[in-house]
């Protein structure tokens, strides 16, 4: 059984943006109901064709049904009293004329509404295109050479972002409607969904005043291409691998603030080293010292990737009678796993589907056991977050924000990251509860400290654990095993808990155990080899890019183990790696 094989979705979409959300419900077992205008989705027709079809097309919408619609007014109203979940993108008239069919004939459907500036507002009118969204996002500014024109990472990246929180919304919108029978509207901005998934840039402004600027390149070269090294912690055993015992010895080096501002040093001294190494040598090197370096991986090396190949991840795209490797699922759900998803449909494929064949409408399927004043759509969830960074927080504060009781445990001897942005620039005093970064990503949560290695912690933990509904764990992989707290644990003592672990590479595969940040996993998924002005020289994101994207799918996923135990009464374990998230 797949997590929402009970889920009916009408899909009112063109292009990335809605088609995205409505393949991520469609992974998780929802059955997904594209209309289109007799002319079909434009996106029939981008590159890149194989035998006259778009394989993008293709990926965007394997396992969808295709039903063509002239208009909103043509809609069987059959289809809209089944619907849980209504993804648009539809603007004026013809969307207050979808909203209000939608509700009036499924007061208990999510109605999610997909712009690029939204419904309101002075540029609710305003066209955009993937490069104009991506450079009204604030992602576009921050990225190459401080001496030379900002880099936009090509392809459709805010409308990506704006379907991913699509999926978000509308699983959360499903809970509240399966606990309460009430249904509602959802509002999306390509651009605030972008806004959301920065971490310094906007508290960079509101505690500092500051923009933030191109930081270049921090690639080296080497023998065979480019490796990255993540230069915000102090490494003393890289110099020891590059024999570099004048640079071990200098003490004051190993401090964060000394560390900083001589990096240029040590990025000089790691580059020299690299020239006579190829990637992959600097990559196992470095990991086996738990040195966060990575390869800048083309998109040959990622095809070619023995970790990817060993977590079975590469999908399928079938086009134009011809079938071609893609990309996979971004997470594993080990109890209601994602099936491989059929071939996208031709225009109009599916309309002579009989309507009957859905599952019945969901006003009947509501338990009506929920507070219909509730907080928050999640509210009544309990979420237990051992996590630091970005990707892990991020993704409990959408279970905070959406009503959720979380509750972050950290180690009081090395807290969860509370580092980053200070107010004026200035740590003192408490540093610890005055870091922008820290703050904008743990809001509306509650907090403990614990030491999970010693005995009182670990009953504590469990204890918690017997009360909660999500466990959320960023650790490398190897931590909670170790700590004798891994899956198996937890559900011995709660059967119906939800543990989802978000480690830089997963929980299996040859490269299982090595370390990561965003920044690393850019690097290993072939996205800094895209980013450059020429072949001369890549460059990073300037931010850590795959941390929110992890994130937001893991959020996406947890709802969906949660509205599988509503069925099975189960919980389960969920295993991602931000490198095959997106």
């Not at 619907?83 to 999510?110: K, Q, S, Y």
């Not at 309101?120 to 450079?135: I, N």
């Not at 809970?175 to 009430?182: L, N, P, Q, S, Y």
């Not at 065979?224 to 071990?248: K, Q």
Request: glycine share 10%; charged share 20%; with cysteine.
């Amino acid at each position: 059984m797949s997590a929402l094989s009970d889920v009916v979705v009408l899909e009112f979409a063109r292009g990335v943006a809605g088609p995205y959300c409505g393949r991520l419900l469609a992974d998780l077992g929802a059955t997904v109901i594209k209309f289109e205008p007799p002319g079909g989705d434009p996106l029939r027709l981008a590159a890149p064709l194989a035998g006259g079809e778009s394989a993008f097309f293709d990926y965007l919408n394997a396992g969808k049904l295709s039903f063509v619609a002239p208009a909103v007014a043509a809609v069987p109203p059959e289809a809209l009293k089944r619907a849980d979940i209504v993804v648009h993108d539809l603007l004026g008239i013809e969307a207050e004329r979808l909203e209000r069919m939608a509700t009036a004939a499924n007061p208990a459907a999510v109605v999610v509404s997909l712009s690029p500036y939204g419904r309101s507002g002075e540029k609710s009118d305003w066209q955009a295109t993937p490069f104009t969204e991506w450079a009204t996002s604030g992602f576009f500014y921050f990225a190459g050479d401080p001496a030379r024109e900002p880099l936009s990472l090509p392809g459709h990246q805010a409308e990506f972002h704006a379907g991913l929180h699509a999926g978000v919304a509308a699983m959360a919108g499903l809970r509240h409607a399966r606990e309460t029978g009430e249904g509602q509207r959802v509002e999306i901005s390509h651009q605030e969904a972008c806004l959301n998934d920065h971490a310094w840039l906007t508290t960079m402004w509101t505690h500092q005043g500051a923009v933030q600027r191109r930081n270049g390149s921090l690639y080296a070269r080497c023998a065979d291409g480019w490796v990255y090294i993540f230069n915000l912690a102090a490494y003393p055993n890289l110099f020891v691998l590059m024999e570099r015992f004048d640079l071990l010895e200098d003490e004051g080096l190993q401090l964060p603030v000394n560390w900083a501002a001589r990096f240029p040093e040590v990025f000089a001294a790691f580059e020299a080293w690299c020239a006579t190494r190829t990637k992959h040598e600097i990559y196992h090197s470095c990991q086996e010292l738990r040195i966060a370096a990575s390869p800048v991986n083309t998109m040959a090396d990622v095809a070619a990737s023995e970790q990817l190949a060993a977590r079975e991840w590469f999908g399928k795209v079938a086009a134009g009678g011809q079938t071609f490797t893609g990309p996979g699922f971004p997470y594993k759900l080990m109890g209601t796993p994602c099936e491989p998803p059929g071939r996208a449909p031709a225009l109009g494929e599916h309309d002579d589907f009989s309507w009957d064949a859905l599952p019945p409408p969901p006003a009947e399927r509501a338990s009506e056991t929920g507070d219909r004043t509730s907080a928050g759509p999640l509210s009544g969830l309990r979420v237990i977050e051992l996590t630091a960074n970005w990707a892990g927080p991020i993704a409990a504060r959408h279970f905070a924000d959406l009503g959720a009781d979380v509750v972050k445990i950290e180690l009081q001897t090395k807290p969860a990251t509370r580092a980053l942005i200070y107010p004026g620039d200035d740590i003192w005093p408490d540093f610890f509860n005055r870091a922008g970064y820290f703050n904008k990503l743990n809001r509306n949560k509650r907090g403990i400290a614990l030491d999970l290695s010693k005995p009182k912690g670990k009953e504590l933990f469990i204890e918690l654990v017997k009360q909660s509904d999500v466990v959320l764990e960023n650790n490398a992989a190897r931590v909670m095993a170790q700590l004798g707290l891994d899956y198996p644990v937890l559900s011995a003592a709660n059967p119906g808990i939800v543990m989802c672990s978000l480690s830089g590479y997963g929980g299996t595969g040859p490269e299982r155990a090595y370390s990561a940040y965003g920044s690393n996993i850019e690097t290993t998924s072939g996205l800094g080899s895209i980013l450059g002005y020429d072949e001369t020289r890549f460059f990073g994101t300037g931010s850590f890019y795959a941390d929110p994207v992890s994130g937001n799918h893991a959020t996406v996923a947890i709802l969906a183990a949660l509205h599988a135990r509503r069925t099975t009464g189960k919980g389960q374990w969920i295993d991602m790696a931000p490198a095959r998230s997106g």
